[in-house]
């Protein structure tokens, strides 16, 4: 069954320091893995999406995500941290041998303090 | 343009009242999911649409919860006879169906409260 996991509940980072939120998933055919963000009382939001090529990948707000095919990861990043960027954050992946609906983490709440 | 829309934005109800909860995709797109987020739960999947293809049902918790989509836009997901444990948000997304590759866009849900 696909799974992604998020290890960590809450992530601490100080405004100006670069941060980092951790995914992995399990194997199982070829992955297409997505960060999405969620602001208070808002949907979620699309960040950026890995689906073929280069193993990084640009996305909204100045974030990027690495994919690692060898450790199953794809953890997002910025260089530095902003208050505003103090969210809850959700990684999600589905495989070309499954469903076509995503399955997600069970989130990161990311608090990065002035 | 304009995102995926959902009403209410949010609902209390009794127990063993039914509700309908709607969602209007973004205009174009044909693929329609529906996903609940609750504390215990985390983002769970619920039902699939795509076009005049029988939906993905595979996620709906019981024969409580249905859902249709009319004229391959809006869609109505409707519990019956809720119980306290559907209390969660309950998200609709929208994408075109391009593949695996898609990017679902969410709407910004339904808070149902059910006491």
């Known amino acids: 069954a696909q799974s992604v996991a998020q290890p960590e509940d809450q992530v601490n980072v100080a405004e100006g320091n670069p941060l980092t939120v951790k995914c992995t998933y399990s194997?199982?055919?070829?992955?297409?893995l997505f960060w999405y963000v969620q602001y208070p009382n808002r949907g979620l939001q699309f960040l950026l999406k890995?689906?073929?090529?280069?193993?990084l990948v640009k996305g909204s707000y100045g974030f990027e995500a690495e994919f690692n095919k060898s450790q199953t990861s794809f953890h997002l990043k910025k260089p530095s941290a902003l208050v505003s960027d103090s969210a809850l954050y959700f990684c999600?992946?589905?495989?070309?041998?499954?469903?076509?609906?995503?399955?997600f983490g069970s989130g990161t709440r990311l608090q990065v303090q002035p | 343009g304009a995102g995926v829309s959902q009403s209410p934005s949010n609902k209390v109800t009794e127990k063993g009242k039914d509700v309908e909860l709607r969602c209007d995709p973004i205009?174009?797109?044909?693929?329609l999911y529906w996903y609940r987020q609750s504390l215990g739960q985390g983002l769970e999947f619920l039902i699939y649409?795509?076009?005049?293809?029988?939906?993905?049902k595979s996620g709906l918790p019981s024969d409580r919860f249905s859902a249709e989509r009319t004229g391959g836009s809006v869609s109505t997901l409707t519990i019956q006879r809720t119980q306290q444990e559907d209390s969660a948000v309950y998200l609709c997304?929208?994408?075109?169906?391009?593949?695996?590759?898609?990017?679902?866009?969410f709407g910004p849900g339904t808070r149902l409260l059910v006491l």
């Open positions: 997304a929208s994408s075109l169906p391009t593949g695996y590759q898609e990017t679902q866009y």
């Open positions: 649409f795509q076009g005049n293809s029988a939906p993905d």
């Open positions: 194997v199982s055919g070829n992955p297409y």
């Open positions: 890995y689906i073929t090529g280069d193993n």
């Open positions: 205009s174009g797109h044909t693929a």
């Open positions: 999600a992946v589905r495989f070309d041998t499954g469903r076509r609906a995503l399955t």
